[in-house]
C-alpha cells in the first residue's frame, strides 16, 4: 500500500517536473522571440539613408564603410530597437551633431529657398519657353495690302509705286 | 486685314519685384560665400567666448557647462578627437599625462568630434583620460575653429588669444609642455 502510494507521488512529482519544463522551454522560446525584434539591416539602412555623417562628406549613411558610420548605425539600431520612430532618430542625430546630417534640409527659414526656387525657375523658364514657342510657330501676318489701297493711303510711299511700275513695265 | 504684332510689355511694379529679388538673392549667396570663405580662426585671433557641455563624469569643478571666460588668466589646451580616430590614441595617454603634471595650473578641455557617447566614453576609460570632456554638439565649436581633421589641438593663452595649433598627434609629452611653457614664463 505504501508502495502504490510512494509510486503515485512519485508520478505527481514528474508530471509537475514535466510541466516546470514545458513553462520555461515556452518562456526562453518567447525569449527567443523577443531577439527577432532586433531591427535588420533594412530597416536600419532605411533610417540611414536620410543621413550623411559629417566626416565623409556626401556619402549616404548606408553606404558609408568608416568606423564612424558603422558606430552611427549601431546607434540607429539601438533607438529602432527601442521602439523609436525614423523622425526622433533624426531629431536625435540633429540636435547631436546639426542639421547637416540630414540628406533633405529642414523646411525652416531660408532653407525655403531649396525647395521653392528650383520648381518656380523651372515654371517660369516653361511659360517664357511657351510664349516663344507660339510666337515662333505663329505665321507672321505681312501687311498684305493692294496696290489700290496703298495708292489710296495718304502716307503712300512713292518710291514704291514707281518701283512696281517699272517692273510692270518689264514685264 | 493689317494685323499688327503688339507685345504686351510686363508691367513696371513686377519688373521692379523681379528685379529685387534678383538682387536680394545676390546679397544672399554673397554673404553666404563670404562667410565661408573666412577661413579658419588664426594664430594671433582674440577668440570669441563659446561654451561646452561636458560628460556626466568629466565636469569641470561639478560644472556640466563651461564657457571660455570660465578660463580667464589660465593656459586653455583644447583638443579635438574621436574615439574612431586611431591617430588620436597616439597621444591621448600624453594628454592626460600633461594634465596631470600641469595639476589645474592649465586646462585641458576635450572636444569629442561627430562621435557617439557609449564609444566616446570607452574610449576615455581606456585611456584612462580624467580632464574636462564633452560632445562637439551640433558641431558647432569644431565649425567655429573650422578643424580639418582629428586629432587637432588648439592653445589658447590667459588673454584668450589663440596662439597655436598643432594638427595630428602630439609626438611626445615634451611637445606639449614645449608649448605650454611659451605662456607660462
Known amino acids: 500500500m505504501i508502495n502504490i502510494i510512494l509510486t503515485k507521488h512519485f508520478l505527481r512529482i514528474t508530471g509537475y517536473t514535466f510541466l516546470l519544463a514545458i513553462s520555461f522551454a515556452s518562456i526562453s522560446t518567447h525569449f527567443a522571440y523577443a531577439q527577432d525584434d532586433i531591427p535588420t539591416d533594412d530597416e536600419v539602412n532605411e533610417v540611414a539613408k536620410g543621413l550623411y555623417c559629417p566626416v565623409c562628406e556626401n556619402t549616404p549613411l548606408d553606404v558609408c564603410p568608416t568606423e564612424a558610420c558603422k558606430q552611427w548605425r549601431n546607434v540607429i539600431r539601438t533607438q529602432l530597437a527601442e521602439g523609436k520612430t525614423e523622425e526622433e532618430i533624426k531629431q536625435y542625430f540633429v540636435d547631436y551633431y546639426g542639421d547637416r546630417v540630414l540628406a533633405e534640409p529642414p523646411r525652416t527659414g531660408l532653407n525655403w529657398l531649396i525647395y521653392v526656387l528650383p520648381p518656380a525657375l523651372i515654371l517660369l523658364g516653361a511659360v517664357w519657353l511657351f510664349k516663344n514657342f507660339q510666337a515662333w510657330t505663329k505665321p507672321k501676318v505681312v501687311e498684305s495690302v493692294s496696290i489700290q489701297e496703298r495708292s489710296d493711303d495718304s502716307s503712300t510711299d512713292k518710291y514704291i509705286s514707281q518701283l512696281e511700275e517699272e517692273l510692270k513695265k518689264r514685264n | ?185
Do not use: H
Not at chain 2, 86 to 105: D, I, M, S, V
Open chain 2, 1 to 185: 486685314m493689317s494685323e499688327i504684332n503688339q507685345r504686351k510689355s510686363v508691367p513696371l511694379w513686377i519688373q521692379v519685384l523681379i528685379w529685387l529679388f534678383i538682387a536680394a538673392l545676390l546679397v544672399l549667396v554673397g554673404s553666404t560665400l563670404s562667410k565661408r570663405q573666412q577661413g579658419r580662426i588664426q594664430t594671433g585671433d582674440k577668440l570669441p567666448d563659446f561654451s561646452v557641455t561636458l560628460f556626466s563624469g568629466y565636469e569641470f569643478e561639478g560644472k556640466s557647462e563651461v564657457s571660455l571666460s570660465d578660463f580667464a588668466g589660465k593656459v586653455v589646451v583644447l583638443n579635438f578627437w574621436a574615439s574612431w580616430c586611431k591617430p588620436c590614441e597616439q597621444e591621448a595617454a600624453e594628454l592626460e599625462e600633461a594634465w596631470r603634471f600641469y595639476n589645474g595650473e592649465v586646462i585641458f578641455l576635450g572636444m569629442d568630434y561627430v562621435d557617439t557617447e557609449p564609444e566616446a566614453r570607452t574610449y576615455l576609460k581606456k585611456f584612462q583620460i580624467t580632464y574636462p570632456n564633452g560632445p562637439d554638439l551640433r558641431t558647432s565649436l569644431s565649425q567655429m575653429f573650422r578643424i580639418t581633421g582629428v586629432p587637432e589641438t588648439y592653445f589658447i593663452d590667459q588673454q584668450g588669444v589663440l596662439y597655436y595649433i598643432k594638427v595630428g598627434p602630439f609626438l611626445s609629452i615634451d611637445e606639449i609642455k614645449s608649448i605650454i611653457e611659451q605662456k607660462l614664463q
